[in-house]
């Protein structure tokens, strides 16, 4: 059964970079047809696909974040990465981590709740 | 990019009533449209995709419908356990992905 586990700093500074990992277990991130993605949730609110990435790298950002916004996969860890800079209090949210492929089962993380603040 | 619109926010029904949920793109998306189910505290979980096909083990109380522009989930005999939040997500420019504002539904 594929697992997507977040991880990373709860709390982030006004300005600086939001972090997160998302590791994959009982399956390989390297599997072809699936990409891996970064959807947020602020408090309250609706859901907002962040990117995507493939295992070989390619990657595909919301328009609306593209400009702060980097995902990186690291597949001999099983792991890809979520970069988001410059934060505000607007990019509070729980931030999950998905393998969502639309006419396949989807599999998510549990959520992670990343508070900025100074 | 591709907009959608969820309508309504949020409803108040009762056990058993028949829900129906709507959702529509800025253009047309073909038949490129999932369903999700949110819960409190709980990610998402997809239950209806190209529009009217369920996922593996959701029942069959739950449909879709549509095409183009405009899309319906319809919950026909709404339970307990269908209270929650709802969001249409197009992928017809998959991997780029656009979620819907979301619908709560709500008991009465």
């Known amino acids: 059964q594929l697992q997507l586990q977040e991880s990373g700093p709860g709390l982030v500074k006004p300005s600086e970079t939001l972090s997160l990992t998302c590791t994959v277990s009982?399956?390989?991130?390297?599997?072809?047809?699936?990409?891996w993605g970064w959807i947020r949730q602020p408090p309250g609110k609706g859901l907002e696909w962040i990117g995507s990435i493939y295992y070989s790298g390619s990657t595909y950002y919301n328009p609306s974040l593209k400009s702060r916004v980097t995902i990186s996969v690291d597949t001999s860890k099983n792991q890809f990465s979520l970069k988001l800079s410059s934060v505000t209090a607007a990019d509070t949210a729980v931030y999950y981590c998905?393998?969502?492929?639309?006419?396949?089962?989807?599999?998510w993380g549990q959520g992670t709740l990343v508070t900025v603040s100074s | 990019d591709i907009q959608m619109t969820q309508s309504p926010s949020s409803l108040s029904a009762s056990v058993g009533d028949r829900v129906t949920i709507t959702c529509r793109a800025s253009q047309g998306i073909s038949n490129y449209l999932a369903w999700f189910q949110q819960k409190p505290g709980k990610a998402p979980k997809s239950l209806i995709y190209?529009?009217?096909s369920l996922q593996s083990g959701v029942p069959s109380k739950f449909s879709g419908s549509g095409s183009g522009t405009d899309f319906t989930l319809t919950i026909s005999s709404l339970q307990p356990e269908d209270f929650a939040t709802y969001y249409c997500?197009?992928?017809?420019?998959?991997?780029?992905?656009?979620f819907g504002g979301g619908t709560k539904v709500e008991i009465k």
């Open positions: 009982g399956g390989s991130i390297s599997s072809s047809s699936y990409y």
């Open positions: 190209a529009a009217s």
């Open positions: 997500q197009q992928y017809n420019s998959y991997p780029q992905l656009t």
């Open positions: 998905a393998r969502l492929t639309p006419e396949d089962k989807d599999y």
